[in-house]
């Protein structure tokens, strides 16, 4: 890493630092394999914030399952963490033959959280394909799951493809800087991943920390009616 990078790298953390040195945000992480074997009993805190919900990877496209998945699933919920599952969208694969294998694994009665999509790519796909498959994507999760699944994506990614066209959903928007997303379309982020870098005690390797839009509430992200309400115990 040469000066320059290293210079920015010191600054980002200086001004994220800075950013979240006294707040009451509502913070949670995202997981996958990716992590490692996790010690749910550590996951408490990151930079001295307590942590209140955690997204966790379940399935990619009509076949990868997360091999993960249940033991962190278990795991968050054993620790009291509000828990959602994601899935990861790939444009190559029919909506649904994926959203079949999200259903398998998400079991609708195991959430607290709506489920995401995370849409990253367009693959070959043209852009009238792409957001016809995405869609049917989407309304299949809803109706399964009676609620309106969260989009995630890159702040990039948002404003070149899916800007004007999905504003009635909730979007979790991923920006590592030191600076809040910026919604070509003026929507409202829900959720921002601002690092992907986060150190938690107890998950063996860096972690995505995500904060909640302090004009959404979190029972606002439920489920259902039941996990609202243990969410506004939890507060």
Same mark, same amino acid.
């Given at each position: ?7 920015f790298?010191?600054?980002? #953390? ?10 009451? @945000?509502?913070y949670?992480? !995202?997981?996958?394999?990716? =992590? ?18 955690v997204?966790?990877?379940?399935t ?6 997360d091999? &993960?998945?249940?033991?962190?699933? =278990?795991?968050?919920? !054993?620790q009291?963490? #509000?828990?959602? @599952? ?6 190559? *694969? *029919?909506? /649904?033959? =994926?959203?079949e294998?999200f ?6 009665? @195991?959430?607290?959280?709506i ?26 999760? /809803? ?12 702040? &990039? ?24 997303p910026?919604?070509? !379309?003026? =929507? !409202? ?7 992907k ?22 029972a606002? #992200?439920?489920?259902?009616?039941? *996990?609202?309400?243990?969410? @506004?115990?939890?507060?």
């Amino acid at each position: 890493m040469n000066n320059k990078r290293i210079c920015f790298f010191l600054l980002t #953390l200086f001004f994220v630092s800075k950013l979240f040195a006294a707040d009451d @945000s509502i913070y949670g992480i !995202d997981i996958s394999h990716h =992590q490692g074997e996790i010690s749910w009993e550590q996951v408490k805190q990151w930079n001295g914030k307590k942590l209140h919900f955690v997204y966790i990877k379940a399935t990619e496209g009509a076949t990868l399952i997360d091999k &993960n998945y249940k033991k962190n699933l =278990q795991g968050a919920k !054993d620790q009291n963490l #509000l828990v959602g @599952s994601y899935h990861y969208f790939k444009t190559g *694969s *029919s909506p /649904e033959a =994926q959203f079949e294998n999200f259903k398998k694994m998400a079991s609708k009665d @195991s959430q607290n959280l709506i489920p995401i999509v995370d849409v990253e790519e367009r693959g070959k796909c043209n852009i009238e394909a792409f957001h016809a498959r995405l869609r049917c994507f989407l309304k299949l999760v /809803e109706k399964y799951y009676g609620c309106k699944p969260m989009i995630y994506t890159a702040n &990039n990614f948002y404003n070149k493809h899916l800007a004007n066209k999905y504003k009635e959903y909730k979007v979790f928007i991923g920006r590592y800087s030191k600076n809040m997303p910026t919604m070509k !379309d003026k =929507q !409202d982020w829900c959720v921002w991943q601002f690092s992907k870098k986060g150190v938690v005690h107890g998950i063996p390797k860096a972690v995505d920390i995500n904060m909640l839009h302090e004009k959404f509430e979190i029972a606002k #992200l439920m489920i259902n009616q039941a *996990s609202a309400e243990t969410a @506004s115990s939890a507060f």
